[in-house]
């Protein structure tokens, strides 16, 4: 990992803020990377964590990060959790009525007040409700607040603090709807009484991972091509990533992550900030209203931060034929909810060695035939020896961590921190993240 690019990529976020002269808070969303490093640099870099579990938070306190700078997100809050944040009294934000009652309970019981905001749901979107399985509906959340969080309230012992959303998807068009309904909350809400100060829209801030458009419009070309009988495979077994095959009509597009895009990282947050509501651009609707505008990124704020490198353990053909290149780790250690992932790996052999190029496919230390670490072809400029290095590149976000496991009692991966003093040193995030 190294904690240079994750910084640079904080500074293009808080740049465009500064441009459009909005209040602004940028909290790195935890989840999409385990590493502890990453929570120092963002104590250090000024910025915010947004947790999804206890121990997330608790890191981040026993690191130092002030409560203020902590947002608790977690999809699912136990009481453990909830004595912690009032413990600490650390801002939550709020998804459902069975989490309000349990939060007022722990409060009652130490006497205790708490900042709180409600995820919000259920926006309009081109005459169409977005569908979600999170937050408070849209429709009755200022109802909500207004008649239970007031003196006499059931909830009189949260302190409201403001809204959030996190949207499925990488629309700007419907972040901006959402945005815009929320600033409408806010509007009910100062009528009576409560003061908004944040507006937080979450993550699923666009990154890009490719160079040109060509790559991935040839990729989409040659997948769907690789489907008729004399064509070459691309894919293990013509997997087709996604995309249903009825009597060689081809249904849907792949399942994968968007790869190339245009619009991205600060880009993205500049689209929405010039959105308009009643035809006055968001920024200005924040800037009138004093509102702080609040981002969670993880996966764009890991772009270029990481990468997986393991070694070769042994070359053979399948029982087709294919040759396979056994690599130590497993799928779990490249894997998210994207069908594959699309960006070569880079071949770093120890010799050079016969230059004679060669299509593998690499597979993991896992006991299934599935144990592909790819599913995508990969050629090689010369024939793999045992010991040779594989790099999976800009792997940092979500690819090495989020569903990592240990089954066959592997042990999981080292995360190593690698730095520029005078030569390149490579440190153990836990070391690494211990030193002040
Ligand atoms: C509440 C919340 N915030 C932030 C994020 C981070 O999203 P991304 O990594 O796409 O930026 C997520 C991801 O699921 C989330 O659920």
New binding site residues.
Partial sequence: MNLGLFEENFLKYDKVFKDFGVKYKVFF?R??NKCKSFVKAAKSGGFGV?TASLNEIKDCIQMGVKPDDITV?AAVKNRELLQYVVAHQIPIVLDNFDECELLHQVLTEENKTLRVGFRVSGFWHKREKLYSRFGFDVEEIAGFITQNLKGSGKYNRFLYHGLHF?LNGYSTEERIDGLSQCLDLVDTLAIDGFKTSFVDI????LMNYLTSAVEWDTFHQRLKQSVYEDAEEITFQKNLLGITNIDGNLIGEPHVYPYYNELFQEHFVEKILRGEKDGVPLCKHLQQRDIELRI?????MLDQTGITVAKVAFRKKDSQGRLLVGLEMNRTQMFSSSADYLLDPIFLPQYSGDHMPCEVYFVGAYCLEQELLLKRKIQLHQFPEIGDLVCFVNTA??MMHFYESEAHLFALAQNLIVEKNSVWTAIPDERFSSII
Avoid: F, L
């Fill in positions: 969303a989840k999409a947004d997100t996190h979450g993550g699923g801030i969670e990124p993880g996966r764009s976000g979500y």
